[in-house]
């Protein structure tokens, strides 16, 4: 797992509140317009592919959307942080070990994210931290906890 | 005569049956009107934000214009406008709007780290705010004040839907009463028992929905939301008891 620069991608405003990426020669579609990290996933990781940490470019109201794919940039999983009236800073992005990393972006507390190695069953709106939104599934291919 | 005395019982119960069922429509109706008030007022709410920090971004600009402000002080005006508007909005926003609200402390940014990001926005990765000339940092300033005049689209949808969904039920809510104070057979006192229960409902709902954000603390969405449900439930079912 590692940080892509940002020269290294191309990142260009797609529908209202979304971004078309391209990288490696594979093209796709994240939710988010300001790239604020991008990540590869490697051999050593659960997975092979890309996440994607987008905010809204709304600096008084930003909410960070976190885009799981696999290595051809098709979707395979999405969360949303943030709150009505409430604004976060990505800040300190660190790899923590094969598919983990944490990162700052608001309630004072660090974010913790486990890329799983395959979907597991989930209930929706159970199980995250308080202020993460995720489409109706009921599945994951990553965790977010801010216990440790 | 026998069978007359078989029967009897069974209407009293069939009655008593009836007339619990009815109470607890009634209760329900008096819950969903207050769920669908909740939604509309928090709807409201987010409308009048959306416009008081774009006037309030326009009127900074404007101001710019017409040689009223230079764009520094234009930036920190907007700045500090927006961090009050935000205050404001959620003083009127319900109780169970405010506990979604303050479910997260912010982390928001400094006027400097505002400047830095525009600056790399704006002018590239290697941009640096000191060595820009008077004019670029102008526009970094100008679009600070222009972000101050937006809110987040997904979350304006989201409320717009809310409040669209709030209004669709209070108008059902509405209708429906209109409907049971038309066919009752004493139609005064029907609407007397209809407007107590609905009206018990709804300001429970917002009275225990305020009174469960002082006991379960800032930032409890869950707990202000099951305190304004069972509040709401209780004043609809004692207003049912006495009208």
């Known amino acids: ?148 | 005569m026998a069978s007359t005395l078989a029967v009897a019982p069974g209407t009293t119960d069939q009655n008593a049956a009836r007339s619990e069922f009815d109470r607890t429509v009634e209760i329900l109706r008096a819950d969903v009107a207050a769920a669908a008030s909740h939604m509309t007022l928090d709807g409201a709410a987010r409308a009048t934000y959306d416009r008081l920090i774009r006037g309030f971004s326009e009127q900074t600009r404007l101001e710019v214009e017409r040689g009223g402000l230079t764009w520094t002080e234009a930036a920190d005006r907007a700045h500090r406008l927006r961090n009050m508007a935000l205050d404001a909005i959620r003083g009127r926003s319900t109780a169970v709007g405010r506990a979604f609200a303050e479910q997260l402390k912010a982390q928001g940014r400094s006027l400097n780290e505002l400047i830095a990001r525009k600056t790399l926005q704006l002018f590239g990765a290697d941009a640096d705010f000191g060595r820009l000339s008077p004019a670029q940092r102008d526009r970094v300033f100008a679009a600070i004040v222009e972000a101050a005049g937006k809110s987040n689209p997904r979350v304006t949808a989201m409320m717009r839907g809310l409040s669209v969904a709030g209004r669709a039920l209070l108008v059902v809510s509405i209708a429906v009463t209109v409907y049971t104070v038309a066919t009752a057979k004493d139609p005064a006192a029907a609407a007397r028992h209809e407007g107590a229960v609905l009206g018990a409902g709804i300001a429970g709902s917002m009275a225990s929905g305020a009174l469960a954000g002082l006991a379960c603390g800032p930032g409890a969405p869950v707990c202000v939301t099951i305190g304004a449900f069972v509040g709401g439930t209780l004043a609809a079912f004692g207003a049912s008891m006495v009208f």
Do not use: K, N
């Not at chain 1, 009505?84 to 992005?93: E, I």
């Open chain 1, 1 to 148: 797992m590692r940080f892509l620069d940002h020269r290294q991608l191309g990142v260009a405003p797609a529908t209202a509140g979304s971004s078309a990426i391209a990288v490696d020669g594979h093209s796709g579609r994240v939710e988010g317009v300001v790239l604020e990290a991008a990540v590869v996933l490697e051999a050593e990781d659960p997975i092979q592919g890309w996440l994607f940490f987008m905010t809204d470019d709304v600096p008084y109201e930003d909410m960070l959307t976190i885009t799981l794919t696999d290595a051809g940039l098709r979707p395979l999983d999405r969360a949303r942080i943030g709150a009505p009236y409430v604004t976060g800073t990505f800040r300190a992005p660190r790899i923590d070990g094969p598919g983990r990393l944490s990162f700052d972006f608001i309630d004072e507390r660090r974010w913790h994210l486990a890329v799983l190695a395959r979907p597991t069953l989930a209930l929706p709106f159970v199980g995250d931290p308080r202020g993460v939104h995720r489409p109706l599934r009921l599945h994951r291919h990553f965790t977010l906890d801010t216990s440790g």
